[in-house]
């Protein structure tokens, strides 16, 4: 079946490095992506990883996938105040294009 | 502006009205969807459209209709509004499924 896990809260203080982690299910998964949803706001597609790679890194984000485990991190370093938001892990399978999104881990910055 | 974009941003509404929300794309792709996203944040695919062919329906009650009348337009119709209806119903486009989504602002529904 397909499912994406997520931890729902991570606290960090400003200029720290955040590391956000997701694991999903679906083995056959093609691409996973991190979206970020600010307070009222849509959701921002922020990066995506293919599924053959093992990292991918994008100025301040780093994605990291273990494909044996079903894996994946989003880390950000340097984090700012304007990072703070909810982020969201979504894999993209079969030919439909539909995305299953984690729940969501909420990124509270502290100055 | 290359978008998404939903009408109305903010509804409110008693039980039982029906309601519809537009949603239309001039990025040029082919497939669009409905979302919804619950208090708790979890967002659930509804519907999705490739190219006015509907190819994603999920459990989803059939007072939700969704229209496509042509490949940059997907609106949903929802009847007999219910309580649970309450959420933020979100429209996105994909070129295809590599490159992800992009969102619309949302609509919040609040069903009163």
């Known amino acids: 079946g397909e499912d994406v896990e997520q931890s729902l809260f991570l606290s960090v203080r400003e200029g720290d490095s955040s590391v956000i982690n997701c694991t999903y299910t679906d083995s056959s998964s093609t691409y996973l992506y991190w979206y970020k949803q600010e307070p009222g706001a849509g959701l921002q597609l922020l990066t995506y990883?293919?599924?053959?790679?093992d990292m991918k890194q994008d100025q301040r984000l780093t994605v990291l996938l273990n494909k044996k485990d079903k894996h994946l991190s989003l880390r950000i370093a340097d984090t700012q105040t304007g990072d703070s938001a909810i982020y969201f892990c979504?894999?993209?399978?079969?030919?439909?294009?539909?995305?299953?999104f984690g729940q969501g881990t909420t990124l509270q910055v502290k100055p | 502006d290359t978008a998404v974009s939903q009408t109305p941003k903010y509804l409110v509404t008693q039980m039982g009205n029906d309601k519809s929300i537009k949603c239309e794309q001039n990025l040029g792709h082919d497939t669009m969807y409905w979302y919804k996203q619950d208090s708790k944040k979890f967002l659930k695919i509804m519907f999705s459209?490739?190219?006015?062919?509907?190819?994603i329906n999920e459990t989803v009650p059939n007072r939700f209709s969704p229209k496509s009348p042509d490949k940059a337009h997907l609106n949903l119709h929802i009847n007999s509004l219910e309580l649970g209806d309450s959420a933020v119903y979100f429209c996105?486009?994909?070129?295809?499924?590599?490159?992800?989504?992009?969102f619309g602002s949302g609509t919040r529904l609040t069903v009163v």
């Open positions: 979504a894999e993209t399978t079969g030919n439909t294009g539909k995305l299953i």
């Open positions: 996105a486009s994909s070129l295809d499924s590599s490159y992800g989504y992009t």
């Open positions: 459209y490739n190219n006015k062919e509907l190819i």
């Open positions: 990883i293919f599924s053959n790679m």
